[in-house]
């Protein structure tokens, strides 16, 4: 039987990462967005009771390693999501990013292929993994097209066809700053919202699931 190759992620490696508010507090950008994320990341009874039950096994969630990077929408949404599922379970997390991990993320590619953030990797008090999420829920994999529906075609072609005429580098950096707002202002809205919650529930089911219930 082909022994399964050790993880770079080791224990000691574990340490060493970022807690939740040393890496808010390391000059990222995005800072109040990944704030903003958490603060409003409000889990129910329901959610809470079930990640407590989950730490409460002997081979339960006992720490989380999240890997991402500040610019990207997925990561500043899930890492408060991911820091909330740690303060319920009592598990300790360190965030990674993901540029200066390269090692790290190579283990978790998407399909095998892609550089997909945020990464949540569950382990137990031994550090064994047990279970990890990649990028978002399937939610948000199914509306995914309402952000371009907000956000709009930011290409010089698109833009030109909006405005009539083959626009400025002006025009080109106005358009794109006014499609940024609309953005952000959606992603106070509900949908948004459910994404966190859908986040959640997934990351449950995919912990029961991996250690049976």
């Not at 319920?88 to 090692?103: I, T, V, Y």
């Not at 993994?129 to 952000?147: K, S």
């Not at 405005?163 to 358009?175: D, Q, R, T, Y």
Request: glycine content about 8%; proline content about 4%.
């Amino acid at each position: 039987m082909t022994q399964a190759k050790e993880s770079v992620i080791t224990l000691e490696r574990f340490k060493r990462g970022k807690t939740f508010w040393e890496y808010l507090d390391s000059g990222i950008r995005n800072r109040e967005l990944f704030l903003e994320n958490y603060e409003n990341t409000k889990l129910t009874p329901e959610q809470e009771a079930a990640l407590k039950e989950l730490a409460a096994r002997p081979d339960g969630p006992h720490h989380i390693v999240v890997i991402g990077e500040d610019w990207c929408p997925d990561v500043y949404r899930g890492t408060g999501v991911a820091q909330r599922m740690a303060e319920a379970m009592g598990a300790e997390l360190r965030f990674f990013e993901r540029d200066q991990n390269k090692d790290m993320m190579a283990e978790y590619l998407k399909d095998g292929e892609f550089e997909s953030i945020p990464v949540f990797i569950f382990y137990d008090k031994d550090h064994r993994e047990i279970a990890h999420f990649i990028e978002r829920p399937q939610l948000a994999n199914e509306q995914l097209h309402l952000t371009r529906d907000v956000i709009g075609d930011t290409s010089p072609e698109g833009i030109a066809k909006q405005l009539g005429h083959e626009p400025s580098e002006e025009e080109l950096k106005a358009a794109r700053a006014a499609a940024r707002e609309r953005y952000l202002a959606w992603q106070k809205g509900e949908i948004w919202a459910g994404w966190r919650v859908a986040t959640v529930d997934e990351c449950i089911e995919l912990l029961r699931s991996k250690l049976g219930g």
